[in-house]
């Protein structure tokens, strides 16, 4: 089992609508996640982070967390066709707490 | 600028030669962490080090690899004796204060190609 799953995609929404991306990860006691996007060729850079259980907001993003389901998902409303590329799931705390572990991440493409 | 640099921004060598890589953190950042990355696929936990320590290095292959991060000037990854397989982009990131709850700040990495 790999340490944070998400699906690869490629994900595809209509610009306008709400693009939901989810993640799961297997150390029931990390504390932290994060949202990294990356455009093709180019490095992550962070979009949000929570640490708490609920839905944390920032603009047209929304993250959610569930500790117990193992579960984050990242909402992004409105998308854009800028909003294209690849959104890494981030985990760190747990057994490994000196580094962060990611997701392979997932694919989103948005069509005009 | 003031983000975390990474140099040079492509490398490219023939198997059996050296790649080092150089990184330089965030003004104010101490941890310094090092990702592969293969293409389509995710980051890589490497290495993490702080000033003059290696503080983890569980991701690290146990041969050819090596990481410093000197007292004074930029952390590197070596790779000696380098193969095909070696070729990735090398991600550096670095935080202000480590521990799980420091969102980590990536350079622009470096693209290694070995011929």
């Known amino acids: ?46 979009i949000m982070f929570i640490y708490s259980n609920g839905d944390k907001e920032d603009g047209r993003f929304t993250a959610q967390l569930n ?19 690849t959104y890494l799931c981030a985990v760190s705390g747990g057994r490994n707490n000196n580094d962060m572990r990611f997701g ?6 948005v069509k005009p | 600028n003031a983000g975390v640099m990474q140099n040079p921004r492509h490398l490219v060598r023939r198997r059996g030669q050296e790649a080092r890589l150089r990184c330089s953190p965030m003004k104010g950042h101490s941890h310094v962490y090092w990702y592969r990355q293969l293409p389509e696929e995710g980051l890589k936990f490497m290495v993490y080090l702080q000033k003059e320590n290696i503080i ?13 991060f000197p007292k004074e000037g930029p952390s590197i990854l070596r790779i000696q004796q380098v193969v095909r397989g070696d070729s990735a982009a090398y991600f550096c ?7 799980a709850n420091s969102p980590l700040h990536f350079g622009n990495g470096t693209r290694l190609t070995v011929t």
Do not use: H
Not at chain 1, 27 to 45: A, C, I, T, V
Not at chain 2, 93 to 99: D, F, I
């Open chain 1, 1 to 46: 089992q790999k340490e944070v799953e998400q699906n690869s995609g490629p994900l595809s929404v209509p610009e306008g609508a709400i693009a939901s991306l989810n993640c799961t990860y297997s150390d029931r006691g990390s504390q932290s996640f994060f949202w990294y996007r990356q455009y093709s060729g180019k490095s992550p850079e962070l």
């Open chain 1, 67 to 85: 500790k117990a389901s193992q579960y984050v998902s990242l909402l992004i409303r409105d998308s854009q066709p800028s909003d294209s590329a």
């Open chain 1, 104 to 109: 392979a991440g997932t694919r989103l493409t």
């Open chain 2, 56 to 68: 983890d290095e569980s991701g690290m292959p146990k041969e050819r690899f090596s990481a410093e």
């Open chain 2, 93 to 99: 990131a670095s935080s202000q204060t480590g521990g």
